[in-house]
């Protein structure tokens, strides 16, 4: 056993072999040469050394000590002839050492690659994930590729892939075992996140790891800024959608996430280019908000993110309400700061309407009351995405209030000061009547912030009595100062709290007043129909309503 095992060799920090140093150095030229170096350097018989670069790691040295130990034999297959044929460059097991070595069998073996099938090429090229350098650089990326894309252009039209218009379908050879491909055209509905907007190989080689598909994607001169295919835009849409789902699946450390940026940000920056080639014209805004969800897990460089929300934000009166519900990435429920951002994109957008301000204006009231009861909604974030639209954007303000009101119901600890700096979006004079009358009778809102509202709409309420000279109130003696911490401005506020108090007493008078007519209306209209169509045997008195 002693002699079969003389010489220890570490690969990749991962795992140590013990070898036989005169059967390995039979078939490779580069073991030989580092072994004969280490001998000379330590002038011990029993030593090891390391190598930290081996191709695919422990799995690639022990599929060679195989080869090795068997006499220079090994079973060869499509899923390990790519990593056989790296281990053989790198270890220079060439004929030179040994007539029909690994790297000839593995040669031979590839020589037939244009006669495999597409699963066997599929199947080759994603075994190639751990070591694609290697493979990228022994050349072996490059035919396995060519392979893959002859096998497309067999069952397609391969020009497709790089003019971008449309793919045409052609019928598969029967041999082949391929499905049959389907026409495309340039149409919002083509691009869909549906099995309709799918060529035929896109669930395939949606297999291959994102270098394979970065390296795919260099060899039709498509990659990044040189992307001006639609088809390969939707197919790497489709791919950076399967690979999201994928790793949904499974629990990701921080450092993962990050290689899993490094990884696909060049592919995602690709397919945003595709996209925003073709924009609106191609692309609705809510197929634009699904590209937006989809790239933005992968790294996507801020150039091309603000190139897609410059896109989103020109068609936000197109958007709904669960097109801007965003997941959020700092602690929030919701991406707030997206949507500022697209507002603020829009208002500036050239040859903006007012129709189209009123429409932005009602979404974004609704996207308030939706995201006012996260706990994490901070009152600058609500009042950035309320403030951001110009008051010519709402004819009523009643949207706003509602969102306000749900806000304070949901966050009840909000000091006085944070209460009135929260409604300062507010305009009083566009509120309905209903909505201030609402607001003044509502404990969470400031009295300071009442009592203006209800000034503002003096001229929109016609009260049924007399108002007391005593209630009669100074609109500048409300106006908002910053802050309550002296002893003036607290007797300030007190005075108002009682005169709003009484406002708001008057006001439950007046209604009870309007209910008591009616009752009283409804209760003669009864009686008169009794003495009608009856004679009753005897009579009561009816109850005081009033």
């Known amino acids: 056993m002693s002699q079969l095992s003389d010489f220890q060799i570490h690969i990749n920090g991962q795992q140590t072999f013990f070898v036989n140093e005169e059967i390995l150095s039979t078939y490779s030229g580069r073991l030989k040469k580092i072994i004969k170096h280490e001998r000379r ?6 030593s090891g050394i390391e190598i930290d670069d081996f191709p ?3 799995d690639g040295f022990e599929l060679i000590s195989r080869f090795c130990y068997n006499n220079g034999r090994i079973t060869t297959t499509v899923s390990n002839v790519s990593l056989l044929h790296c281990c053989a460059v790198y270890l220079g097991m060439t004929e030179k050492l040994s007539t029909c070595n690994l790297l000839q069998q593995t040669q031979v073996f590839l020589d037939g690659l244009f006669e495999w099938s597409w699963k066997d090429i599929l199947v080759c090229l994603k075994s190639c994930g751990s070591f694609c350098n290697y493979a990228d650089s022994s050349g072996l990326l490059d035919k396995l590729i060519c392979a893959l894309l002859a096998k497309i ?3 397609s039209d391969i020009s497709s892939l790089i003019a971008g218009s449309s793919s045409t379908s052609s019928s598969p050879e029967t041999a082949s075992g391929f499905r049959p491909s389907s026409s495309y055209k340039n149409t919002p509905e083509s691009i869909k996140p549906s099995s309709s907007s799918r060529a035929w190989w896109f669930d395939d080689v949606a297999i291959l790891p994102p270098k394979i598909i970065e390296k795919l994607f260099q060899s039709l001169g498509a990659y990044g800024a040189d992307n001006n295919s639609l088809i390969l835009t ?21 450092s993962a996430a990050v290689n899993s940026k490094c990884e696909f940000g060049g592919l995602a920056d690709t397919a945003v280019h595709g996209v925003i080639l073709v924009g609106r014209k191609t692309f609705s805004c809510r197929a634009l908000f699904w590209v937006l969800r989809i790239v933005s897990g992968f790294g996507l460089s801020k150039e091309y993110r603000l190139g897609l929300e410059g896109l989103i934000g020109g068609m936000l009166d197109e ?9 959020g990435h700092d602690r929030g429920v919701f991406d707030v700061n997206l949507v500022k951002r697209l507002i603020r994109v829009f208002v500036k957008s050239y040859g903006v309407s007012v129709q189209k301000l009123k429409i932005a204006g009602r979404l974004i009231d609704k996207y308030l009351g939706e995201i006012s009861p996260d706990q994490n909604l901070k009152i600058s974030k609500f009042l950035g995405v309320a403030e951001s639209l110009p008051d010519s954007a709402r004819d009523c303000f009643d949207g706003a209030y509602r969102a306000i009101d749900i806000y304070l119901e949901s966050h009840p600890s909000l000091s006085f000061e944070e209460r009135s700096r929260l409604c300062r979006c507010l305009n009083y004079e566009k509120l309905s009547l209903g909505a201030c009358k609402e607001l003044a009778k509502n404990p969470k809102i400031p009295p300071r912030v009442a009592m203006q509202a209800l000034m503002s709409q003096q001229s929109k309420i016609t009260p049924p009595t007399p108002k007391p000279k005593q209630q009669c109130v100074n609109y500048e003696m409300f ?35 309007k209910l008591c007519r009616q009752m009283k209306g409804q209760m003669s209209r009864m009686v008169k129909h009794s003495h009608v169509f009856a004679t009753p045997t005897h009579t009561r008195p009816l109850p005081r309503l009033c």
Not at 41 to 46: A, G, H, S, V
Not at 234 to 254: C, D, E, G, I, P
Not at 492 to 505: D, H, I, K, S, V
Request: proline share 1%; aromatic share 6%.
């Open 41 to 46: 350097r330590t002038q011990i018989k029993n």
């Open 56 to 58: 695919g790691g422990p």
């Open 153 to 155: 252009a067999q069952n």
């Open 234 to 254: 939707r197919f790497l849409l489709h791919y950076l959608k399967v690979s999201a789902q994928r790793k949904a699946n499974y629990n990701h450390t921080s």
């Open 319 to 327: 958007a709904t309400l669960d097109d801007l519900l965003v997941s």
């Open 479 to 513: 106006a908002y100062k910053g802050g309550v911490d002296d002893e003036e401005s607290l007797a300030e506020e007190g005075r108002m709290e009682e005169t709003l108090n009484l406002q708001r007493m008057q006001w439950r008078v007046v209604e009870l007043e």
